[in-house]
């Protein structure tokens, strides 16, 4: 598989003739979205969909396939597969499972969505905004940044579920400073718990 960082937690995943895209969200959509086999959308909140991107994306391509929970009826004016937990369905060579972890906790007063986490040949998990939990992964695409997460809570999360290999998301909100101040403390935490940690810029790949 090979994994493609977009911005923020959009994420392309590709097997052989399959493409996957996950959370295109409003902070910037990919230019191919109209291209992919398939869209995969985690939760609701408007920095993991853009309905207007998606819909238009399903206007131009009428094959286009999308993924998402119940609560995607009330973004697109569009059909998709509603999935939730413990699904499974394949996209060419991928094997999909649903796994639906609680979205962090933002503010004590705001209501959050059903959110979705994607596991992809039992080796890659997008957990959405979850530290979901599947110990001794492949590779997780693991939450860094947002109004709901510390750095202690990236700490702990690879102190007790040690993936193999981890790929940041989720920082769409920080600027070049905070970018590079968090990158440091992610190369300490992964040397820390002798994992690795692949540090992935928007445009950039890795082979997994």
């Not at 995943?13 to 902070?27: A, C």
């Not at 398939?38 to 969909?49: F, G, N």
């Not at 993924?67 to 009826?73: A, I, N």
Request: aromatic share 4%; with cysteine.
């Amino acid at each position: 598989m090979k994994i493609t960082r977009r911005i923020h937690s959009c994420v392309e995943i590709s097997d052989g003739d399959t493409t996957v895209v996950l959370d295109p969200g409003g902070f910037g959509t990919p230019d191919n979205l109209a291209e992919v086999d398939a869209v995969l959308i985690t939760h609701i909140h408007p920095d993991h969909v853009d309905a207007d991107a998606l819909t238009a994306a399903r206007a131009t391509n009428p094959e286009l396939r999308i993924y998402g929970p119940e609560g995607l009826r009330e973004l697109i004016d569009a059909d998709y597969n509603v999935v939730a937990d413990g699904d499974t369905f394949s996209l060419g060579s991928l094997n999909v499972e649903v796994r639906e972890t609680p979205h962090e906790k933002i503010i004590n007063s705001k209501e959050l969505p059903e959110n979705l986490g994607y596991l992809f040949n039992d080796t890659v998990l997008h957990p959405g905004d979850s530290m979901a939990a599947i110990p001794d992964m492949e590779v997780v695409l693991v939450p860094i940044s947002g109004p709901w997460l510390r750095m202690l809570m990236v700490d702990e999360y690879l102190a007790a579920h040690r993936p193999k290999r981890f790929i940041g998301v989720h920082d769409g909100v920080d600027n070049d400073n905070g970018l590079t101040l968090r990158g440091g403390l992610l190369r300490q935490l992964a040397k820390d718990h002798g994992v690795e940690y692949l540090p992935l810029k928007p445009g950039e790949s890795v082979e997994v």
